[in-house]
């Protein structure tokens, strides 16, 4: 009987786990820029981009901590933050990355030498 209630404990805990982290990815196009609980500030970079590159799938930015040039490959999420003009936040495309928009960017496996997992866009307009 014990071995049972272990076994089904554990069952559970792995789905949930499972489920819990999708969610946080899930949800993560909604949260603002700046805000994102656990990851901003200390998995995450923010600054104003300054050079956006299409050929090499880059974009150049600087903030506080400095410049960063970051990757992106196909699987980089582009989400669009939209909480100052009250609209609903989005996808887009790297087409949507102008310089001068305030972004933030996670990096995969918080490796800063690594590509970006994704990058949040603040669009003011």
Known sequence: MLKHIIIAATIFILIFGAFSVQAEKSTEM???IGQSPGLS???????????VNARDQSIKM???????TVRMTKHTLIYLDRSKTQL????GTLADCKV??????KFVDNARSK???????????
């Not at 609903?88 to 996808?91: A, G, L, R, V």
């Not at 001068?100 to 960017?105: I, P, R, S, T």
């Not at 590509?115 to 307009?125: F, G, H, M």
């Open 30 to 32: 909604f949260i603002p």
């Open 62 to 68: 600087s903030g506080p901590s400095g410049s960063y």
């Open 41 to 51: 500030g200390e998995y995450t970079v923010m600054g104003k981009i300054d050079q």
């Open 115 to 125: 590509p970006i997992e994704w990058i949040k866009v603040q669009k003011a307009k």
């Open 88 to 91: 609903p936040n989005s996808y």
């Open 100 to 105: 001068g928009d305030m972004a933030e960017v």
